[in-house]
């Protein structure tokens, strides 16, 4: 189940949901210019739809994801493909970084 979140780490329960597609693997969508995100679900644009029914632009939209049991994270998802981001992984360093940085305050440690 995908949980929608403004800004803030999540809770307990929202964990346990995020869980439930790949266990010690929780897939996140961040939107970077406003900080919301979404973290579970069994595909990235599951988050990616929500967030973009609250309003945030395609443009600012990222994913990736969290391991648990190596408390690392990834900037691979297929949403990032678009013309300038032509792979799964996010390319630009600006914006890989700003990904990164949001997931590990959300994120680490669970």
């Known amino acids: 189940m995908v949980a929608f979140i403004d800004g803030r780490k999540p ?7 995020a869980r439930e597609e790949f266990g010690d693997y929780i897939k996140i969508v961040i939107d970077i210019k406003t900080k919301k995100y979404t973290i579970g679900g ?3 644009a599951d988050g990616e739809k929500i967030l973009l029914n609250h309003g945030s632009l395609q443009k600012n939209l990222w994913g990736g994801g969290y391991d648990l049991l190596t408390n690392e ?5 297929l949403i990032n493909t678009r013309p300038e ?4 992984e996010i390319l630009d360093p600006k914006i890989r970084e700003r990904f990164l940085h949001l997931a590990a305050i959300y994120l680490k440690p669970l």
Do not use: G, K, S
Not at 73 to 77: P, R, V
């Open 85 to 88: 981001n032509q792979i799964q």
């Open 73 to 77: 994270i990834d900037a691979n998802a």
């Open 11 to 17: 809770t307990a329960d929202e964990i346990v949901r």
């Open 42 to 44: 069994r595909l990235h």
